[in-house]
């Protein structure tokens, strides 16, 4: 017994380990970027400027709200992968004051959402919705951020879609859907698979889960997420920038 709860702590705290590590690696290639990104552009506003700190918490607010709101895709995914739309102030917010700033609205979103619900995955869903939702901000946000124009917008979109979607399923089949299998199903990783065959029939394995039911998932979420943030941005932009 005292071996087993050793073994079940020890793995709880290597997890927060990793899980605190992703988090700093998120962050220093954002703030890697964003500084490239002033210097070729000369802009010499703080990175954590105090209007930003200010917008980036109402977003923050706004993101965890958005994302206890979750909706299931049935035709496409197993019911335990739940959607949500938290990522349109993230990438509202990077694009108005740099990928930094996106990193943190989505590093934000996760702890006020903690503080608001709890976790019902062991922090391993909170781990992927923020990996993952990354995968999407800072490609997006950095495209953007070298030449602010619609056009741009349009290209950091398409590219944060394609990233989170080949991301997301490598993140998964690698990562996320074995960890899931051993927390959650005794390390039988065929469970979560039957699942994703009940859904669709070629689905016999990680890879063919994380092909046919991950990467539609995250593709259509990355699509929503940029029409809705194409559609609402240049509203809102001069709101944002305004002194």
């Known amino acids: 017994m005292n071996n087993e709860l050793w073994k079940s702590i020890s793995e ?32 010499t506003e703080r ?4 209007r930003k700190v200010v917008v980036i918490g109402m977003f923050s607010a706004l993101a965890a709200i958005l994302h206890i709101f979750k909706f299931s895709v049935p035709f496409i995914a197993p019911a335990f992968y739940e959607m949500d739309l938290s990522e349109v102030p993230v990438i509202i917010g990077a694009f108005a004051f740099g990928p930094v700033a996106g990193v943190m609205i989505e590093f934000c979103k ?27 901000v800072l490609p997006a946000s950095i495209i953007y ?11 950091g979109c398409v590219v944060g879609t394609a990233s989170i979607g080949v991301f997301g399923m490598a993140f998964n089949a690698l990562y996320l859907i074995p960890t899931f299998a051993k927390m959650f199903f005794g ?5 979560i698979i039957g699942m994703g065959n ?11 889960l994380a092909l046919f ?7 259509l979420k990355g699509l929503i997420v940029s029409v809705i943030t194409l ?3 240049k509203k809102l932009s001069p709101l944002l920038k305004k002194q």
């Open 198 to 208: 009940a859904v669709h029939s070629v689905i016999d394995s990680v890879w063919t």
């Open 47 to 50: 990175v954590f400027a105090t």
């Open 187 to 191: 390390n039988n990783i065929d469970v």
């Open 231 to 233: 559609l609402v941005y």
């Open 145 to 155: 951020a070298f030449r602010k124009s619609r056009k741009r917008a349009i290209i």
């Open 110 to 136: 996760i702890l006020l959402k903690l503080l608001l619900t709890g976790t019902s995955t062991a922090f391993v869903g909170d781990l992927a919705n923020f990996v993952i939702g990354c995968s999407y």
């Open 12 to 43: 709880n705290v290597l997890f927060l380990v990793q899980f605190f590590g992703i988090v700093i690696a998120m962050f220093i290639i954002a703030y890697a970027a964003e500084k490239i990104i002033k210097k070729r552009n000369n802009d």
């Open 213 to 219: 039911a991950v990467l539609p998932f995250n593709l």
